[in-house]
C-alpha cells in the first residue's frame, strides 16, 4: 500500500499534467520542420494553428479523432505545404466550424487537396483576412486575435510574410504564433506592437532573418518552440539569442519532439517540468 508521502510526490509529480477545467493547453506536434499546433481551453473548445505536411494529416486527423475533438477552427497560417498539408485530412477526420486563411492566390498540389476537402464539408465557413484585417475570438476566458499580413503583395518567392499572426491571452499569461513570418512580416508585427509574450511560436523554424534579433527580444518569451528538424535545424545564433540573451527555454523538434505547455492564466509549465 501506498504510503502518504508517496502518494502525495505522486500527485505533485502527475498534477501538472493534466488538463484541468482552469489549464490551458499548447501541444506542439512532432512534425519536423513544419507547423502544427493544437490548442485546447479550459472551455472545451479546441483550435489547430496549421496542420503539417501531406504525411503528418494522418497522425494529426487519427489524434484529433481518437480524443474526439471538435475543432472551433483551424488557421491555415499560410499555403506552404508544411503547413496546409495535413488540413485536408483534418477536415475529412474531424468537425471543424471555422477555417482562417490569408487572402493570397497560391497553386500547389496540398493547396488543391485543400480546396477540395473544403467543398467536402460546405458547413465549414471559410474566412479570409486580408490587408491588416484582424479576427477576435472569444474562448471562455480566453482571448485569440489572429490578423493577417499588411500588404497585398510580398515580391517572388515571399509569401512567408502572408503568414497571420495568432495572439493568445488567458488571464496573465500570454501565447504568440508567428506562422513563417520573415523579415517584412516581422517587422509589421513590431509595429503593430503586443508582441510580449511567455510562450513564442518561433516564425520560420528558426531560420535568422534581419529582423529576427529586435523581434525576438520584444517577444521576451520565457518559452520557445521551434518546430525544425535534423536536417533542417534552427540557426544556433538565434537559439543562442533566445537562451543566452533572453533567458528562454528553447524547445527544439529535433531534440524534443512532441511538448505540450500549461497556462494557469498565472504562470506556464511544460509537460517536461
Ligand atoms: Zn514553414
Redesign the pocket.
Known amino acids: 500500500m501506498r504510503t502518504l508521502a508517496a502518494l502525495a510526490l505522486a500527485l505533485a509529480t502527475t498534477f501538472p499534467l493534466q488538463a484541468s477545467a482552469e489549464t490551458l493547453c499548447a501541444r506542439f506536434f512532432d512534425v519536423g520542420k513544419a ?1 502544427a499546433t493544437l490548442v485546447s481551453f479550459p472551455s472545451g473548445e479546441h483550435i489547430l494553428i496549421d496542420a503539417g505536411k501531406n504525411g503528418d494529416g494522418k497522425q494529426i486527423a487519427a489524434t484529433l479523432a481518437a480524443e474526439g475533438i471538435h475543432l472551433r477552427a483551424m488557421v491555415i497560417t499560410h499555403f ?1 505545404k ?2 496546409v498539408g495535413g488540413a485536408d485530412q483534418v477536415l475529412d477526420a474531424v468537425p471543424v466550424d471555422e477555417v482562417l486563411i490569408p487572402g493570397y492566390a497560391k497553386e500547389s498540389k496540398q493547396h488543391t487537396q485543400f480546396l477540395e476537402a473544403l467543398a467536402r464539408h460546405p458547413s465549414t465557413r471559410v474566412t479570409t483576412l486580408t490587408r491588416g484585417e484582424a479576427r477576435e475570438m472569444t474562448l471562455g476566458t480566453a482571448h485569440l486575435r489572429i490578423s493577417a499580413a499588411h500588404r497585398d503583395s510580398y515580391g517572388r518567392d515571399e509569401e512567408n510574410d502572408f503568414s497571420l499572426a495568432c495572439r493568445l491571452a488567458y488571464g496573465k499569461t500570454r501565447f504568440f504564433f508567428t506562422g ?1 513570418a520573415e523579415d517584412t512580416r516581422q517587422k509589421e508585427l513590431l509595429a503593430e506592437g503586443d508582441v510580449a509574450c511567455d510562450v513564442l511560436k518561433v516564425p520560420y ?1 528558426g531560420r535568422l532573418v534581419h529582423a529576427s534579433g529586435a523581434f525576438l527580444s520584444a517577444c521576451a518569451p520565457k518559452i520557445a518552440y521551434i518546430f525544425e528538424s535534423e536536417k533542417e535545424p534552427a540557426n544556433p545564433a538565434l537559439v543562442e539569442h533566445l537562451e543566452k540573451t533572453l533567458g528562454a527555454r528553447v524547445f527544439l523538434g529535433s531534440r524534443d519532439g512532441e511538448v505540450r505547455v500549461f497556462s494557469y492564466g498565472t504562470r506556464v509549465f511544460t509537460d517536461r517540468d
Open positions: 507547423d506552404d508544411d503547413h513563417d523554424h
